[in-house]
Structures are given as C-alpha cells and as structure tokens.
C-alpha cells in the first residue's frame, strides 16, 4: 500500500514540516520504500518532484525537506508497489491538463484488473493508480463543462469514487488548483490548524515544530493523511465512505456515501 | 530570449556538465534570469525540476548539477521572459501525455499574437510557446495516429515549423522520448561526443571534463544548445530552416525547409 499526504491552506505555505514525518515512512518508520512524489501548485503552475528511489534516503525528497517551497495546495504520496514496477512512470502523484489547468491526483489502495474509460487521457505507466486517475479524466471531460459548478463536480466525483471502492480500495486526494477533493474508503485523517497555535511534534521523527512562529493569525493550514503525522495533535478520522471537498484550508463541502 | 539544451544518448547518461554551463547563463554570464526547468525522461516516465527563479541562484538547479540522473533524452531550457509574465505556469519545458507517452518541448523564440488550435490541448500558463506546443499536439493527434512512422511525423513537424518560423523566431526541441526533434529559424547548435573521448572545458564556468573517464567506448552522446557551451570543441551549427531528427545520439533523419 501507499500513503497520502495533501495540504489545503488560505495563505501560500511550505509543506516542510509534514512532508519531513511522512519521508520517513518511506524506508525508515515505515515500508513505502517504492518511490515518493510531490506537486505544489504555485498560481496555476506546478512545482513537482518525482523520486523512484525510497524517500527516506533521496537527495531531492532532502533537498524539498528544507526548501519553504509555498503552496496553498500540494499533494504527496510515498509508494510502496503492488501493481506496477518500482519506476519513474509508476510514481505518484500523476499530472495532466484539462481545459488549461493542472489536475493532480495520488491513491492509496488497490483495484485488481482495473479497466476505465480511454477516450483521451490514457496511463503512461501500469499502476491500477494512474489507470483510475485517467478513467477520472475522462469522466470529467465527457461528463461536465469548464465551467462546472462544485456540485455537479461532487456529485460525479463521488459517484466514480463509489464504483471504485466497491471494487477495491480506493482512498484519494485530486485537486485542479482551486479545490481538493478528498475521499476515504478505508483510511484517511485530517487536521486544521489556525490560531491559536500550538507546537507539534512529529510522531516518525524527532522534529517538533512551534506554528505560532511560522504563522500570521490569520492563517487556516490543513493537512490530510493516511495516518496522522502528529502525537500531540487532535485529528479527526474520516470514517468509509466519507469525502470531504477542501478549499482555502477549511472543508467547503461533505458527505458520505455507503459502501 | 531563452537559451534550449537538448540531449540524445544511446546509455543514459547524465547532463550535469551541459547543464552546469547553461545555467550560468541563468543570471550570470546570461541574462536569462526568469525561469528555468528541465525534463529528464526515464523510461516513459520524466523527471523534471521547474522553478522560477534565476537558473545560477537557485537550489533546487545546483542539486541538480550536482546529482547525475541517467536519461537517455533530456530537454531543458532557460527563460529571458518575453510573453507571458516570470512565473511557474509560464516556465518550459512544457509537457503534456499523449497515446500514453510524455511529450516534452521547449521553444527559443518569439510569435507575436500567436492563435492555434485549441481541440484538446490547452495552455496553462500565456506564453506564445506554451500555445505553440499545443497547436503542435493538437495537429499531431488530430492528423496522425499512434503508429505513425518517422516519416509521417517529420512532415508534419516540418511543415508545422516552417509555418511558425514564417510568423516569428522558432527555435525548438520536442521529444516523446522515442526521438528528439529540432528546428532552427535562426541559432541553433550541436556536437556529438563519442570514442575516442576527449576533454572538453566549458565557456561559462571554469569547469573542464575528461569525458574518457566517464564513458564507455561505444557511447554516443549528442548535445544540441542555442549556442556551444564548450570552447575547445568542434560544434556543428544548424543553418536557418534546418531540422534533425535525433535518436540514440545519432541524427537519424535530417532537412531543410525555405524560410
């Protein structure tokens, strides 16, 4: 399996912080030694990091450590391989454009045999991952307008992510730069931060971080992961079946649906 | 103006003495201080750093010096900002997945008001080149299929090039890690290194190599730039309306077109 990193936040802000508890499971606290990957949306740009090799031990996955790259959207995913071979085209998160915008998406889980839509977007690699991802894409572009409102967004996102999880495991994070959707079939947690802040300590490396001196009082930072990245903080759980829209750091929209 | 560097090999091989000399030219014995990015095929996946700062400041480009990534292919560039402000969206290469491939182009240039087809693919960011590339996609999926032969793509590559070249300064490089393509309108260089190797110094750095200790005797490897990057070499320069088609680090099909 794979693990889930995704940020949504009001104010551009670094990743640092989780992007340094989550590399280590990776190879070091954690066996997802496959391969790791980032995007940050910068306007409508992307800044992304793409490493075969285990994140605990690469030089780009350090070098993103302690670079304040800021972002109000990102997200990340470290790998650890069923279907696909370790390699550059099997890493997450996958990219591609659509009506000239970048649409990012990472998955945890595994549907077995998976065969969507290929109508125009079409996998590079051989991950049931980026094959869903695809079948997504063109979904969205077969089925809605650019100018499509968040409801019919969520109601087809929601509807696709419903046949997948009733084929297997399907927990995932998409954004297109102006929104992050999120949906947990079987594990997915998540924290907002805003003031007052408090210190946190991450729970896979002994690194501890006060938000008060990084932060304006202002600022609405929320982090989504497989697990929480935390030990001292309060995360909320997402329970199967639950999805939940992200916009500017706060949750915009939510639901669940039966599995 | 922008400066190009391309690669084609027939090992993977990394470019970090290349790429060491352009990006000087990134703010330093260059003005092309707006950006710069960098494509790395592996397999069929890239591996690619954009950012958009100065090319000889930045971070993340002297980890990339310094960390030699194997591609057989390689496309990279540094921005002077003409169209389109300094921002991540509007820093090349730009890529975009067709058929199930990368597809990566980066373009030296100018096309004043540029207006192309926009049937499926469609710029992110507003430069002239990003809407080039495009028209170029849009042409090569709407004309070819995904077995189309070398033939078939030089005529349309050709024919699309002596078009923009008509309108403007049309300079590129484009790959789907098969081949890498080029055009000259007006500057364009290249030079293809092979047994027996010898040293080489580069004109922007005091930086000298002796390629015979980092090669094999049967390695063939093709650098092409907007201008030499090493002083004691014999480079070849692309008259106006030339075009090569590279593969493995070999020039493989080659022409002219009238400008």
Redesign the interface.
Same mark, same amino acid.
């Given at each position: 399996m794979c693990e889930l990193l995704g940020m949504s936040a009001n104010t551009p802000t670094d990743l640092c912080f989780s992007f340094t508890g989550l590399t280590q499971r990776g190879g070091n606290t954690g066996p997802h030694s496959d391969g790791w990957g980032v995007a940050f949306f &910068?306007?409508? !740009?992307?800044?992304?990091?793409?490493?075969?090799a285990a994140s605990s031990a690469s030089?780009?996955a350090n070098?993103v450590q302690t670079?304040p790259i800021k972002s109000q959207t990102a997200i990340c995913h470290i790998r650890q391989a069923n279907v696909g071979n370790i390699?550059?085209?099997?890493?997450h998160p996958f990219?591609?454009?659509l009506?000239?915008?970048?649409w990012v998406f990472a998955h945890n889980g595994q549907i077995e045999n998976f065969s969507g839509l290929k109508t125009?977007? &079409?996998?590079? !690699?051989d991950t049931d991952s980026e094959a869903i991802f695809c079948d997504v894409m063109n979904h969205i572009r077969t089925t809605l307008t650019r100018d499509a409102n968040l409801e019919q967004f969520t109601a087809l996102l929601t509807q696709l992510a419903n046949q997948y999880a009733s084929k297997g495991v399907f927990n995932c994070l998409l954004s297109n730069g102006d929104w992050l959707f999120t949906f947990c079939s079987t594990k997915l947690a998540s924290i907002t931060r805003r003031a007052p802040f408090g210190d946190a300590q991450l729970k896979d490396a002994d690194v501890t971080v006060d938000f008060a001196g990084e932060t304006t009082p202002n600022d609405v930072v929320s982090i989504i992961a497989t697990e929480p990245l935390t030990t001292d903080e309060d995360w909320k759980i997402y329970e199967k079946g639950e999805w939940k829209l992200w916009q500017l750091g706060e949750v915009i929209k939510h639901g669940k649906v039966d599995l």
């Open positions: &910068e306007g409508k !740009g992307i800044r992304s990091f793409h490493d075969s030089k780009i070098l670079l390699c550059l085209a099997n890493t990219v591609r454009e009506w000239g915008k970048n125009i977007f &079409e996998p590079i !690699g």
